[in-house]
């Protein structure tokens, strides 16, 4: 089993930057963890993944490209995703998500991850 628990959300004007993190603890350790996103109408999208089990092998949502950066923290059990350059498309529920194996397919996937925290939320106003 693996526990997530994200933090960082908040409210941000456009432009502005947010740093989100998720720490992760259990009996199992997690290879593939990934933030993805939820906004009330859509389906819930992934925005960034990193491989812990091949050097931090990262992949982007085309629509973060750029802006956004996944990375993981010393003790490699904390996970976080720097956002930059803000819009008001990225306001949404921000989700930590984690598997004990490697992803090799569609790795921005929601199916392909089992284990999730509870959301942070991050609103972007104009």
């Known amino acids: 089993q693996i526990q997530l628990v994200e933090s960082g959300g908040g409210s941000v004007q456009a432009g502005g930057s947010l740093r989100l993190s998720c720490v992760m603890s259990?009996?199992?350790?997690?290879?593939?963890m990934a933030w993805l996103r939820q906004t009330p109408g859509r389906e819930r999208e992934g925005v960034a993944t990193?491989?812990?089990?091949?050097?931090?092998?990262?992949y982007y949502a085309d629509s973060v490209e750029g802006r956004f950066t996944i990375s993981r923290d010393n003790a490699k059990n904390t996970i976080a995703l720097q956002m930059n350059s803000l819009v008001p498309d990225d306001t949404a529920m921000y989700y930590c998500?984690?598997?004990?194996?490697?992803?090799?397919?569609?790795?921005?996937?929601?199916?392909?991850?089992?284990?999730w925290g509870q959301g942070t939320q991050v609103t972007v106003s104009s």
């Open positions: 990193i491989d812990l089990g091949t050097g931090g092998s990262m």
């Open positions: 259990g009996h199992t350790s997690a290879s593939y």
């Open positions: 998500a984690a598997r004990n194996r490697r992803v090799v397919s569609a790795p921005l996937a929601a199916r392909k991850y089992p284990y």
